[in-house]
């Protein structure tokens, strides 16, 4: 189960309520909520919190700014250095 997915090629960056509870991460609301339904089965939810999450690999650091929501699946997608997946 992915809590994190950062794609370069997506139109969004999502995290898992999952990882933002266990972690105790600060969110905000989304200032333009919107539905998604291929992330969760069997129903369409509203994605309306986000969180900006601070990363490192090697020696790069940065921050990204996720959209917040629960996730069922996940899918593995590697493309170049814009994509980074924390399980």
């Not at 309306?48 to 650091?61: D, E, H, K, M, N």
């Not at 921050?63 to 493309?79: E, G, I, N």
Request: hydrophobic fraction near 40%.
């Amino acid at each position: 189960m992915c809590d994190l997915i950062n794609h370069g090629g997506s139109c969004t960056n999502e995290a898992s309520t999952t990882l933002i509870d266990k972690l105790q991460l600060p969110t905000r609301v989304h200032p333009t909520p919107y539905y998604l339904k291929w992330l969760k089965q069997g129903s369409e939810i509203t994605v309306s919190r986000q969180a900006l999450i601070a990363f490192s690999v090697g020696q790069y650091c940065g921050k990204v700014l996720y959209d917040v929501l629960p996730m069922d699946a996940c899918s593995l997608y590697l493309v170049g250095l814009s994509c980074l997946i924390i399980t």
